[in-house]
């Protein structure tokens, strides 16, 4: 089976720009996450969706960060103005039900670097 | 509080030494699942293992073994023999239901694995 694919593997921008960032979950996943790991720390829940509706956001910056899945496959986290401190990994996972015993299937990540 | 820990920020072995990874977690949950993820050098996590809090029996597959203990709140991950392949980055997380019904998954800070040749 395909994996978890994420786009693009790398992104410099400048202070105060917008950038975003494509997830394409495992077929047939109905929940997908988008955690950032910051250099040297654990992954953290930034927002979290079962099918297209948000089940868990109490962790994104909604001032800044938006997240949306339309159709409940692809799912798009966008960063509008950036700062310093978004420097970090951005990881999308997956998993099939959302049930507290689904492992979550990671991609390989979107390392963003605000200069 | 953090919810899971990991008090082990680095550990270096040598080649074919046995390492045990520490975790500790917190929860109020009756019912939740563990999980040790490795990340490699390359960045992807890849899902190692799980335990359900109420299996506590211990097990073995291949050069990886668990030691899960509810009296201590710990969920201890070893490798036997290492090999430098397993160099990576390895993460501790606990997995319970958030206010919804739907799985809320908190992730340590990790323990830096470095298998010396």
């Known amino acids: 089976e395909a994996g978890v694919a994420q786009s693009p593997r790398y992104k410099i921008i400048e202070k105060r720009q917008s950038v975003a960032f494509w997830c394409n979950p495992i077929s047939g996943h109905a929940t997908l996450y988008w955690y950032q790991q910051i250099l040297g720390q654990g992954p953290k829940l930034l927002i979290q969706f079962q099918n297209n509706g948000v089940v868990d956001d109490s962790q994104l910056p909604k001032d800044r960060f938006s997240a949306e899945r339309l159709k409940g496959v692809d799912s798009t986290l966008k960063i509008q103005p950036a700062k310093l401190e978004d420097s970090a990994v951005y990881l999308c996972?997956?998993?099939?039900?959302?049930?507290?015993?689904?492992?979550?299937?990671f991609g390989n990540g979107t390392r963003l670097t605000v200069t | 509080a953090q919810k899971v820990t990991q008090a082990q920020t680095e550990i270096s072995v040598v080649e074919k030494e046995d390492v045990t990874l520490d975790c500790v977690y917190e929860?109020?949950?009756?019912?939740?699942?563990l999980f040790w993820y490795k990340q490699p050098p390359s960045g992807e996590l890849v899902f190692l293992i799980r335990?359900?809090?109420?299996?506590?029996q211990n097990e073995i597959s291949g050069r990886y073994s668990w030691n899960f203990q509810k009296s201590t709140s710990s969920f201890n991950f070893t490798i036997t023999a290492s090999q430098v392949v397993d160099s990576a980055v390895y993460f501790c997380a606990l997995s319970e239901q958030n206010s919804g019904g739907y799985q809320k998954v908190t992730f340590g800070t990790g323990t830096k694995l470095q298998v010396i040749p």
């Open positions: 929860t109020r949950d009756t019912t939740y699942y």
């Open positions: 335990r359900n809090s109420f299996d506590e």
């Open positions: 996972a997956s998993s099939l039900q959302g049930t507290n015993n689904s492992p979550l299937h």
